[in-house]
């Protein structure tokens, strides 16, 4: 099924999707552990009272944990969170990831993978909202979205489904589709009880058809 066509009928369905903030990669990558588990607000919140306290990242790296957690708190897991992001800055030969844009994309994902505690999703978050790398984060929303729809097999994990989603996504709409599908996921097709008598994927969705026989 035509990933084209999907993006199409939910962009009639929603408009267009509205692009996020831009931030610098390693920002990106460390805002995207903060949101692990938490809300959007929460996370930015403790990102912020972080940068305050910590405004260079050698200060970050180099804080004495308990300090990182204690400005962690608003977001949640600090105590987790906090030698989590350590971990990553220590492994970082120099703090900066814009160079990862200038690597193949599955050269850039592998490395990005390959730091402590880092998984697909937080490395395509990175490639896709700071670098414009074309590869598809697989948040609840869209892993959930995939499955019902048959976009891939039955049983796929959220991991696996980043490289099969982001293979048959046109590279120039993959964060628009990353957008669209969180919302559609969001209004329609909810985890509960998905609205598809009102859904526009229907026809095109094995659970929606499976409802109609
Ligand atoms: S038809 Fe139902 S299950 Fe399929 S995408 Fe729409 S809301 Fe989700």
Known sequence: MPMAEIL??????????????????LD?????????????????HAYARMRERFPAW??????????????LRPGGLAVQK????????????????????????????RWLVALPG?????????????????VMPV???????????????????????????TAMTPPERMLEAHLLLIRHGRITCTARRPRCEECVLVDLCDYGRSLRT
Not at 9 to 25: K, N, Q
Not at 118 to 134: E, I, N, Q, R, Y
Not at 139 to 147: E, S, Y
Request: hydrophobic content about 45%; proline content about 7%.
């Open 8 to 25: 199409d009928r939910l962009e009639a369905a929603y408009g267009s999707a509205v692009p996020r903030t831009r931030r610098p990669a």
């Open 28 to 44: 990106e990558l460390v805002l995207t552990i903060l949101s692990q588990n938490t809300s959007d607000r929460n996370s930015e």
């Open 58 to 71: 050698e200060d970050v790296r180099d804080a004495p944990e308990a300090e990182l957690v204690e400005a």
């Open 82 to 109: 906090a030698p989590r992001i350590q971990a990553v800055l220590r492994d970082l030969e120099r703090l900066d990831l814009e160079w990862l844009a200038g690597l193949p994309p599955d050269e850039a994902m």
């Open 118 to 134: 880092v998984g697909p999703k937080t490395a395509s978050c990175v490639l896709l909202f700071s670098l414009d790398v074309p």
């Open 139 to 165: 948040d609840t929303h869209i892993h959930r979205i995939a499955l019902r729809v048959g976009l891939v097999p039955a049983g796929t994990s959220a991991d696996a489904a980043h490289a099969l989603l």
